[in-house]
């Protein structure tokens, strides 16, 4: 099984609210991702955790708070947004680590609006 | 950084017609892979193809490592083949899993 979940699927959010994206596996992958897409444009990788510790950070603003509280589970969590943050964010897993040799398994991805 | 061209940038096709998507990558790779996304948004995984040659159904992959290119074939394509290819590679000078993605190649497949 090569399942990644994302929930919501679509997510509305005003400026001023919080909100998580939430992402799972349970395949044992031990290396999970943030990437953000931007409509058409490719993805792009915003953070990487391996073994539950954040090992790549990229240059991301900190109204993105990435969070990864066990192996299977992967958060995102969204504070005092712009607009310009509207994307398709998509999580991602590999296993059994973050080498650069592990296959890559994206989840459906979780639409957000800001307005 | 590695950069990543993928050519065409938009492809139109008969159902039943055969194409082949290119990406050309700028330094040594040891991670490159084969994504279809579709217009739901999910990146399905086509190949795990640093080198070599592979085919599942009616695509298949090659990777020419030494010469920094790629190139995924479609044969009898089918209307839901529509959607974007994308091409994604980790540089051997990468420190982790950074994969960096082509610009994609937009397929419509029209019946």
């Known amino acids: 099984d090569t399942e990644v979940t994302q929930t919501p699927k679509h997510l509305v959010m005003g400026m001023t609210n919080k909100k998580s994206l939430k992402c799972e596996q349970h395949?044992?992958?031990?290396?999970m991702y943030w990437y953000k897409q931007k409509a058409k444009k490719p993805p792009e990788l915003m953070f990487v955790y391996s073994y539950e510790k954040l090992s790549i950070n990229e240059s991301v603003p900190s109204r993105f708070s990435p969070e990864c509280p066990n192996s299977s589970l992967l958060n995102l969590h969204l504070h005092a947004l712009q607009p310009e943050d509207s994307a398709l964010y998509l999580c991602?897993?590999?296993?059994?680590?973050?080498?650069?040799?592990?296959?890559?398994?994206f989840g459906p991805g979780t639409r957000l609006t800001v307005l | 950084g590695i950069q990543v061209e993928q050519s065409p940038p938009d492809l139109i096709l008969q159902e039943g017609a055969n194409s082949t998507l290119r990406c050309n990558f700028s330094?040594?790779?040891?991670?490159l892979q084969w994504f279809h996304q579709n217009p739901w948004g999910q990146l399905i995984n086509l190949f795990y193809i640093p080198s070599g040659t592979k085919q599942n159904g009616r695509l298949s992959a090659t990777t020419v490592a030494t010469e920094r290119y790629s190139l995924l074939y479609i044969s009898s394509s089918q209307t839901t083949d529509s959607g974007v290819y994308f091409c994604?590679?980790?540089?051997?000078?990468?420190?982790?899993?950074?994969?960096?993605f082509g610009g994609g190649t937009r397929v419509l497949v029209k019946p």
């Open positions: 994604a590679v980790v540089p051997i000078k990468a420190a982790g899993n950074k994969l960096t």
């Open positions: 330094d040594s790779v040891n991670n």
């Open positions: 991602a897993s590999s296993h059994p680590r973050e080498t650069s040799t592990d296959t890559q398994y």
């Open positions: 395949m044992g992958h031990r290396a």
